[in-house]
């Protein structure tokens, strides 16, 4: 039969005003206050303790360019009371504010162990023991020029599926990029290059974010660019290519029958529309004298770079040979 909420009531009551209750409580209360107490001696100890701390520049100029960026935060050992390390780094994210101006000069932005030691204190108190820091020194130079726009060459070794083809070189997205130096290196920069993107068996034109290659003492913005790859599936075409007479000498001709042989071959779906691939064939002087017959043999001459497997519809043409 399920107990009724009066039952648990009165069950209730009856426990609460019994002395073993009371005695239970009584002992929890002088554990708390032990615990507390507890707390209280174990943070009056000294204690040590590592936080990573925000590195906060303030001041900084609109036209400031770092070269090499200032780092954004610091790794430090501390040494003090329990309660101080509580409310300085537990309870809060601690962070050091530095003043850009009170330690930048003509290009250069230093601070010595000293001063670091010092910002740290004014953000945890002067009481604080450094016991060890990420940072021995910081040293960045910069610049307040506008730097100069440079264009920027991709680098890259690509390949497309089989059926398809790269179309023309790949194509950043942005005209340029900016360097900026300390002294007067990008004087000699006219243009960056990109690491070498690796991409095999492409299927379709896809976008790839790369990055621009370092330059020591050159800050480069952005520090990548991206990069189309375009990607065109092949497709068949045929027509005819013009035979060329190669070696012949001086006082002599070839005249050649057709001078011309049927030529198939695949071009990018864009260029399928266009007149027929400038390709071109050879015979070769050398040749007449190898054979008894009125035939040579005709060779591939001159290809297009968009053209893919060209092959000629006939190994061999008539010739004859006339002396002027």
């Known amino acids: 039969m399920p107990l009724r909420k009066r039952d648990l009531r009165d069950t209730w009551l009856k426990v609460r005003t ?64 329990g309660t101080n390390i509580l409310r300085s780094g537990v309870l809060k994210y601690p962070q050091v504010n530095i003043n850009f101006r009170d330690y930048s000069d003509r290009g250069i932005f230093r601070m010595s162990k000293s001063d670091l030691n010092a910002v740290i204190k004014t953000a945890f108190g002067n009481g604080i023991q450094i016991i060890a820091t990420s940072l021995d020194s910081l040293r960045c130079y910069y610049t307040d020029s506008r730097g100069k726009r440079v264009p920027v060459r991709i680098m890259a070794d690509v390949t497309a599926s089989s059926g398809n083809i790269i179309a023309g070189a790949p194509v950043p997205m942005q005209r340029g990029v900016r360097i900026y130096s300390y002294g007067d290196e990008i004087d000699t920069i006219t243009q960056v290059e990109t690491e070498v993107l690796k991409k095999r068996d492409l299927s379709q034109t896809e976008m790839f974010e790369v990055r621009i290659r370092p330059i020591p003492g050159i800050r480069i913005v952005p ?97 004859t040979l006339v002396k002027r």
């Open 223 to 319: 520090p990548e660019v991206g990069v189309q790859v375009n990607v065109e599936p092949l497709v068949h075409k045929e027509g005819y290519a013009v035979i060329e007479s190669l070696g012949v000498p001086q006082g002599e001709s070839l005249l050649l029958f057709p001078n011309r042989v049927p030529v198939s071959y695949y071009v990018p779906m864009s260029k399928f529309n266009d007149t027929e691939a400038p390709i071109s064939a050879a015979v070769d002087y050398a040749d007449t004298k190898l054979t008894d017959s009125n035939q040579i043999p005709v060779r591939l001459g001159n290809v297009p770079g968009y053209v893919v497997n060209p092959e000629i519809k006939a190994d061999s043409v008539e010739y």
């Open 18 to 81: 019994s002395g073993q209750f009371r005695n239970v409580l009584l002992f929890l209360v002088f554990v708390a206050v032990s615990a507390l107490f507890w707390c209280i001696l174990a943070l009056n100890d000294s204690v040590t303790e590592t936080f990573a701390v925000r590195v906060q520049l303030e001041n900084v100029p609109d036209s400031v360019t770092f070269i090499n960026q200032p780092p954004q935060a610091m790794h430090v050992t501390l040494r003090d009371k």
